[in-house]
């Protein structure tokens, strides 16, 4: 109940599903299109999501679990209802008293599914059998689909609705990426030549997800399974502007929003910082903790005399992001010859780590190529600590020792110091 008055929301726009539902079946047409809800609907929500999917012409949906299904029947979805995955056997009954469409790719899978089916009595069960073409998740070996097929054809109680498998690097556009998918639909056509070999001809196949949608026309085939892309999100940019390209300048809408009310504003006087971003100094450690910064305050606090600072900011792509982390290195008051140096990552969203080695390597280098003979920075137990054991050495720095709540570097003059330890595409 509490949750009415939490100051933070998703905003899930169906009228964005309907639409986007509408724009894959555009673009895969004729193919159908299956729309995936599984994990609630991606945490959309599974029955709203369905319904508006259904609305923008999906004549298919598609569920991880069982009891996903269910739910969906439950709530009075008729639609067809492919289980991705085989269901267990203890769910196999339920599956087909609920008319859920069993994904196969196992001989114990088939040989319970027959048996639960026969002993229901209701009429023949159509399933999907699943072919690994290279994703090597869940599906059959290739060298056994007609061995699985047959074997389905031969119970009264099964027939073969379709077969399928699942693209794994649809979305890449490297020519490796490319090539595989290439000999993903080789190994999927190669299958199916088999089973008509042997008299068996699937009414359906299906081969494509969001990527394979968009980018690889062959992949559609009968039916399509679209996720992300029926969620508003293009799996990369550049298939956003193909499949704009291919629809006549249709556009995916994003489907959820976040927002959020202010809860406080505080007015302060230019140039203020709180408790939280002053600069410490102490005997043994430098400590820096910015917060609710502004661009003039970090040039502030750079342009303190002897000060080395480094701020890293992410390229275009991330424009929204801004400034991500910055460090300092500051002389000792003990000892001009010792720089105190801390760096910190204002955002981990998109690069993480990498952030903390582009600062702790500049950091590093400009110390040495500026007289600093030693290096001593806050100990903080965890990764960091073997981030800077790995790096420091590489830029000539050798440990001189670590105590209590700080550690330290001391330069290694005999050694050279690696300037391509990093990289632009770090």
């Not at 998740?137 to 007609?146: E, F, I, Q, T």
């Not at 990426?177 to 056509?189: C, I």
């Not at 609710?292 to 502030?300: F, L, V, Y």
């Not at 005399?305 to 460090?327: V, W, Y």
């Amino acid at each position: 109940m509490a949750d009415r008055w939490r100051p933070v929301w998703a905003d899930i726009d169906l009228d964005a599903v309907e639409h986007n539902a509408s724009v894959l079946c555009r673009l895969a047409g004729p193919a159908a299109l299956c729309a995936v809800v599984k994990a609630d609907g991606y945490g959309h929500g599974a029955l709203p999501v369905a319904r508006a999917a259904l609305a923008g012409g999906a004549s298919w949906l598609a569920v991880a679990l069982v009891e996903e299904g269910v739910a969906l029947r439950e709530a009075g979805i008729e639609a067809p209802i492919l289980l991705l995955s085989e269901p267990p056997v203890e769910a196999i009954a339920e599956a087909v008293a609920r008319r859920l469409v069993p994904t196969v790719y196992t001989r114990s899978g088939v040989r319970a599914l027959g048996t639960v089916v026969g002993a229901v009595g209701s009429p023949p069960v159509g399933v999907h059998l699943k072919v690994d073409t290279g994703m090597h998740r869940v599906g059959a070996d290739p060298a056994d689909v007609v061995s699985l097929a047959r074997m389905i054809a031969d119970d009264g109680a099964l027939r073969l609705g379709a077969v399928w498998t699942h693209l794994a690097v649809a979305d890449g556009a490297g020519p490796a990426d490319r090539e595989f998918t290439a000999l993903q639909l080789e190994r999927f056509e190669s299958a199916l030549d088999r089973l008509d070999g042997a008299g068996i001809r699937p009414p359906i196949t299906h081969v494509a997800n969001s990527a394979g949608t968009i980018a690889v026309a062959a992949a559609r085939r009968d039916l399509v399974r679209c996720g992300i892309a029926l969620y508003g999100v293009a799996p990369t940019p550049a298939l956003a502007e193909e499949l704009a390209a291919a629809t006549g300048g249709r556009r995916l809408e994003p489907v959820l929003s976040l927002h959020t009310r202010v809860t406080f504003v505080r007015d302060l006087d230019a140039g203020t910082l709180d408790r939280a971003a002053q600069l410490t100094q102490k005997t043994n450690q430098f400590n820096l903790t910015l917060r609710r910064h502004s661009r003039e305050e970090i040039e502030r606090l750079a342009a303190r005399p002897a000060a080395i600072c480094k701020t890293l900011e992410l390229d275009d792509r991330f424009a929204s992001h801004g400034l991500i982390g910055l460090g300092f290195v500051v002389p000792s008051d003990e000892d001009p010859e010792t720089g105190l140096i801390d760096t910190l990552l204002l955002s981990c969203r998109v690069i993480g780590r990498t952030a903390e080695v582009h600062l702790l390597a500049h950091l590093g280098r400009e110390a040495s190529a500026s007289g600093y003979r030693r290096l001593r920075g806050v100990y903080v137990p965890g990764p960091r600590n073997a981030l800077v054991a790995e790096l420091y050495p590489k830029l000539g720095f050798q440990p001189a020792g670590a105590s209590g709540d700080s550690w330290e570097y001391e330069l290694d003059a005999s050694g050279p110091i690696e300037s391509h330890y990093i990289t632009d595409e770090a």
